[in-house]
């Protein structure tokens, strides 16, 4: 019997807002760029990052494409990220393009600045994913097939939406309370679609690897290579495929080298595959290899973040909706504005990050976001990015020469744009 994996690694990086302040309203308009030893200093963290994870990894994926025809994987890679390599490493975007040139990785579609925008602005949405698009042709040479909503966040409009633009494939999380007695380790079709398939993550095994792999106090540690594929053939039983989906920060940056996780994972891929009838595949002919065991509805939000597994972890407290709520207003008069430093610093404001770093949770859930802020605390990432908000709203008023009526409206919150 076949018995396939299907890894998907996700590649991002945002751009941090800097300590904005109100009285940098109006006099000048960097939000992102900060050229100091501070935390917030893009440059300085996307260098660090690289080589933690995205030098050491790529060359890692490169060894095992060229030791073993028959792995292949999947990645996403955010515009963000394409546009920071492009500034500060091409070499590691050189590194990706290497891959991608194997003909076996795969690179999934979504949102070129990793935004929320499906959420708000359809029109948006699709004119983010087509950028995304063009980016990936021009560096890359390809064109997606499959399609991975951010922070996996999927609902059965999502996927109607992905079907009728054409996409084979679309990913989503796994999730308990959705599949009930189903098993995530099979192919499914979205409820109300014609075409498409649905790939789901299989959680409990993927973060065995990208949140439990370095916990000490795990049950379960350490983790070998052996005990995980052990693991992966009991959780598969007579189902044909393993999804494993994670950050490509995982290696390196999140689970640090000296946990072993390069040696874990490159004897784990190596284990894999001498069994018999034991497959790597790409999303796409993940998505192929079986027929659908059935139809699969998600009428509700299902992210692959934060206990709840829901929006929350970017809308859940009255700070993150207020935010999302005065960049969206904009949207109208930023695009017709033809301004192209604007819309570009409008839509670097969209990513999912900003509005994660401002979360409010406790426990376990806060941990992570803390973890993952370069900000002292959630109101300070409240209060950069409304000062930039507010700042860019300046732009638009300077630019259409609109008065207090406009900056009244957009902000309450209302989509206004000038007749």
């Known amino acids: 019997m076949s018995r396939g994996i299907s890894l998907y690694l996700h590649v991002h990086q945002?751009?941090?807002v800097k300590p904005y302040s109100v009285f940098d309203i109006g006099e000048q308009h960097e939000y992102f760029d900060l050229r100091d030893d501070s935390k917030l200093n893009n440059e300085k963290i996307f260098h660090k990052v690289a080589d933690k994870s995205y030098r050491p990894m790529t060359a890692m994926l490169q060894k095992l494409l060229d030791t073993h025809p028959d792995f292949h994987f999947s990645l996403s890679i955010t515009g963000d990220f394409i546009d920071q390599a492009e500034q500060f490493a091409p070499d590691v975007l050189d590194s990706f393009k290497k891959l991608v040139a194997s003909g076996r990785v795969e690179i999934v579609a979504e949102t070129f600045y990793h935004s929320m925008a499906f959420f708000y602005s359809l029109t948006e949405f699709e004119a983010q994913v087509e950028m995304h698009r063009k980016k990936i042709h021009d560096v890359f040479g390809v064109t997606p097939t499959a399609f991975r909503n951010t922070e996996l966040a999927y609902n059965d409009e999502l996927a109607k939406w992905a079907d009728a633009a054409g996409y084979k494939t679309v990913l989503a999380e796994g999730w308990d309370s959705v599949l009930e007695w189903r098993s995530p380790n099979h192919v499914y079709r979205p409820v109300g679609t014609e075409n498409i398939r649905l790939l789901l993550k299989n959680y409990h095994l993927s973060d065995d690897i990208a949140f439990r792999f370095s916990?000490?106090?795990?049950?379960?540690?350490?983790?070998t290579s052996g005990k995980y594929v052990d693991w992966i053939n009991t959780s598969l039983g007579d189902a044909p495929l393993m999804n494993l989906f994670m950050d490509f920060e995982t290696f390196g940056e999140h689970q640090w080298a000296d946990t072993g996780i390069f040696t874990f994972f490159e004897q784990f891929v190596g284990e894999w595959l001498q069994q018999d009838g034991a497959k790597f595949y790409t999303v796409t002919d993940a998505a192929q290899s079986a027929e659908p065991a059935g139809e699969l509805s998600m009428p509700t939000t299902v992210t692959w973040a934060d206990s709840e597994r829901d929006l929350s972890a970017w809308f859940g407290n009255s700070m993150q909706n207020e935010a999302a709520k005065h960049l969206y207003a904009m949207e109208e008069d930023i695009v017709r504005s033809g301004d192209e430093k604007l819309i570009s610093?409008?839509?670097?404001l969209q990513s999912s990050?900003?509005?994660?770093?401002?979360?409010t949770k406790w426990l376990t859930d806060g941990d992570v976001h803390a973890y993952f802020s370069p900000y002292d605390s959630p109101y300070d990432a409240f209060l950069y990015y409304m000062n930039a908000i507010r700042d860019v709203r300046w732009r638009i008023m300077k630019l259409h020469h609109l008065g207090h009526d406009y900056e009244s409206a957009v902000a309450d919150g209302q989509k206004v744009h000038e007749e």
């Open 14 to 16: 945002p751009y941090r």
């Open 215 to 223: 916990n000490q106090a795990w049950n379960e540690w350490p983790l």
């Open 345 to 348: 610093d409008w839509r670097n």
């Open 353 to 359: 990050d900003h509005l994660y770093y401002m979360a």
